[in-house]
């Protein structure tokens, strides 16, 4: 081990799935910390797990990583002093230290039967027992042992553990811990297999990579004692500890799938911004100093401080996240959103693959306006609709009650009839005659919009009439993959309609 010069963090994620937004806060917290002290942020693959583990996942990782923004000095593919950084690279390293704790006595070969170490738990957990191994083979010699294994015989590693006392630490986030040393037993450091032991593998690489800050979910406290164990085994510094609360649901159960989207992936998908993410993400447990909430990776780092994170669950909130990303939406430029919000749109056959600059200045001005109140990117092919549907017959209840009132029936063939034998129709139109019905008719407010809005839509709410009008008369006259439908177009249809409803009700 090579003394450090200056704060090491590492995240050290196990492609076996896609980053959960748990692992992504381990990963930002450890990153702002190494960029706001000047420090070095290391990305380790633990890949021993050989039958989950894939090189897909591990590129899925590093793509999650990057889109959030996050980038790292030293890692799979970047290199560094310390590599190679994945831990199936690494197993002659590990081996090596496993012999070093055998040949110093602070170690065992272990040849109980997994059959057995299972019958001994079983045991131990009926009689209200803490379900530690007995430690049977410790008193077989290194050289008998050998023997044995010679012979053909399995056997895995035990570190040596005493059998009385406490392992205390002090963790930056929940402060003083300490584990009684009858409750751990002698952990297996090498399985019969030959491949590390997780506690066993992150000593030896954090330790060689002079990591000097383990900062990482709570769920590995357990973890901890046995960590510090191997260290004092070797003789190695400890690095400094922080557990991060879990991430939990609004029912404060563990976040799931049944929650909603988990992972940087399904957001991603899901057309959140990696900074409005990020955003979040960094509010799990820790809250900025200023009490401003919509801050950017560079502020974040300005203002993050490990001594603010606190204890309590996380509770993930997904308004409060599709709060923050509408409010990171509203500061991209026109050309950011429309870059964003395409894929979306050619994907539901809104758009084509090849846009012209007049669909793309309409585009332009249809998201800016569907964008207002969107919680995602996702989003918007449901709020296109309103311009690209016209169903009539597809009415809502809430629509069928607008358009089924005496007062309604009469502003709606007093437009059909007004509008008859019209070639051309906008905004400044339909206000004029607008104003004719309601000093013709009496009815005016909501009873006169209202039904002239289901006629204009098939809907009962949307936009505002004088921005759907220019925004649909416009469109209309665009070759899109799927026609929009015109005001007259719609009227007419929507007379046709009212005629076979009427007959039906006869």
């Not at 997780?198 to 002079?210: G, H, R, T």
Request: charged residues 30%.
């Amino acid at each position: 081990m090579e003394n450090a010069e200056k704060l090491r963090v590492r995240f050290a994620p196990s492609p076996t799935g896609f980053i959960h937004v748990g692992n992504a806060r381990t990963a930002l917290f450890n990153w702002l910390l190494a960029r706001q002290k000047g420090g070095i942020f290391v990305l380790r693959v633990e890949d021993t797990d050989l039958e989950r583990s894939s090189q897909e996942y591990e590129r899925n990782l590093i793509k999650d990583l990057h889109w959030l923004g996050l980038d790292w000095d030293e890692g799979p593919n970047t290199g560094g002093k310390f590599g190679p950084y994945r831990q199936s690279e690494r197993l002659e390293l590990y081996h090596q230290y496993a012999k070093q704790l055998l040949e110093a006595d602070q170690a065992y070969y272990c040849f109980c039967p997994q059959e057995e170490l299972e019958r001994e738990r079983a045991w131990a957990l009926a009689e209200g027992r803490s379900p530690v191994y007995s430690g049977r083979c410790r008193h077989i010699t290194l050289k008998e042992a050998q023997e044995r294994i010679k012979a053909g015989e399995k056997a895995a590693i035990r570190l040596k553990v005493p059998e009385e006392g406490l392992v205390r630490f002090t963790d930056l986030v929940r402060g003083e811990v300490e584990f009684d040393l009858k409750l751990i037993g002698d952990p297996i450091i090498v399985r019969s297999n030959g491949m590390p032991a997780y506690n066993f593998s992150v000593v030896i690489d954090d330790a060689l990579m002079d990591i000097t800050h383990v900062i990482r979910g709570e769920d590995h406290i357990s973890n901890t004692p046995r960590q510090i164990l191997l260290y004092q085994a070797f003789g190695w510094p400890l690095p400094v500890f922080a557990h991060l609360s879990m991430v939990m649901g609004k029912d404060n159960t563990r976040l799931s799938k049944r929650h909603g989207a988990t992972s940087v992936d399904q957001f991603r998908r899901e057309g959140v911004l990696p900074q409005a993410l990020c955003n979040y993400l960094s509010f799990l447990g820790w809250s900025p100093p200023e009490g401003k909430e919509v801050l950017t990776l560079e502020e974040l780092v300005k203002l993050f401080d490990l001594s603010r994170v606190n204890r309590s669950a996380a509770i993930f909130d997904y308004e409060k996240l599709y709060w923050l990303n509408r409010q990171h939406i509203k500061l991209l430029p026109a050309e950011k959103k429309l870059t964003l919000s395409l894929p979306y749109l050619q994907e539901a056959g809104l758009a084509g693959e090849d846009i012209t600059p007049a669909q793309s200045q309409w585009l332009s001005e249809a998201i800016e306006l569907f964008l207002e109140g969107s919680n995602k990117f996702s989003d918007l092919p449901e709020k296109f609709l309103l311009i690209f549907d016209f169903q009539p017959e597809s009415l809502d209840e809430e629509s069928r009650q607008i358009i089924s009132s005496d007062s309604a029936r009469k502003v709606l063939k007093a437009f059909i009839n007004k509008t008859a034998g019209v070639t051309e129709f906008n905004y400044e139109f339909f206000a004029h005659i607008t104003g004719e019905i309601k000093k013709e008719t009496g009815v005016k407010g909501k009873e006169l919009y209202h039904p002239l809005r289901v006629m204009l839509t098939a809907r009962a709410s949307g936009l505002e009439l004088d921005k759907f009008i220019p925004l649909l008369e416009q469109g209309a006259k665009l070759n899109f993959p799927r026609p929009i439908k015109n005001s007259l177009e719609r009227i007419r249809e929507f007379s046709t309609f009212l005629k076979l409803q009427e007959k039906q009700e006869a």
